[in-house]
């Protein structure tokens, strides 16, 4: 997968009810803290799978992942990935949690923009994921930290910028692609840092077709 890219997102409305229950515990839904299993064992290639990890699936793509349904603990939905234009022609990718308002958005156009609640104001997608000097990695800024992305035996990784990126080290999400599902792996550590939805973000920007 290529690391050279395009991204864009817009913000959401007023929190309802549900959406403040997710700020004050991001593991809802997601599978942590439900007696959700370890999948390292289940994972091609063997090393590097983030430990303690929550599955995220993106499936039903239609056709790709700018149209597809995202799956937590038990393969239940409970997420949901549009794209269609807006009454300003804007061609919009919104993600939104199930029966909720959106909480990431991105804009197609000459210039892509990305936004994402709570987590990243709106920006150009290459400002928000801009290729290193050495063109080996992408970085990501949410909330005032780096990270990068890295990819490496037909995976995408995910980590603190700077940090080694040679396994076993163990990373904090992994993004890798089998057939018409496509998987996020997020570690609890990831949770900590509050990379979910910056993540999910991400892996659609990554698999959209757009982002070369």
């Known amino acids: 997968m290529a690391l050279n890219t395009i991204l864009?997102?817009?913000p959401s409305d007023a929190f309802t009810f549900h959406q403040m229950s997710y700020i004050q515990?991001?593991?809802?839904?997601?599978?942590?803290?439900?007696?959700?299993?370890?999948?390292?064992?289940?994972l091609p290639g063997g090393s590097g799978s983030p430990p303690q990890?929550?599955?995220?699936?993106?499936?039903?793509?239609?056709?790709?992942?700018?149209?597809?349904t995202i799956t937590g603990h038990n393969a239940i939905p409970f997420m949901e990935v549009t794209t269609g234009p807006t009454p300003g022609g804007i061609l919009r990718t919104i993600l939104r949690r199930s029966n909720e308002g959106g909480f990431g958005y991105i804009d197609w156009g000459r210039y892509a923009f990305v936004e994402i609640n709570n987590c990243v104001e709106r920006k150009p997608i290459n400002e928000w994921l801009p290729l290193s000097a050495d063109r080996s990695r992408r970085i990501m800024n949410v909330q005032g930290r780096n990270f990068?992305?890295?990819n490496r035996d037909n995976s995408t990784y995910l980590d603190l910028d700077g940090a080694p990126?040679?396994?076993?080290n163990p990373p904090l999400a992994r993004i890798f692609r089998i057939?018409?599902?496509?998987?996020?792996?997020l570690s609890t550590e990831a949770f900590q840092y509050n990379l979910?939805?910056?993540?999910?973000?991400?892996t659609v920007l990554f698999h959209s077709g757009h982002f070369n």
């Open 196 to 202: 979910q939805y910056a993540a999910i973000v991400a």
């Open 25 to 42: 515990n991001p593991y809802i839904g997601f599978g942590i803290g439900q007696n959700a299993p370890s999948i390292g064992g289940a």
């Open 148 to 150: 990068m992305w890295y």
């Open 179 to 185: 057939g018409e599902a496509i998987t996020l792996e």
């Open 53 to 68: 990890v929550l599955t995220v699936r993106f499936v039903q793509l239609n056709p790709s992942v700018l149209n597809c």
């Open 8 to 10: 864009s997102f817009h």
């Open 165 to 168: 990126s040679n396994l076993p």
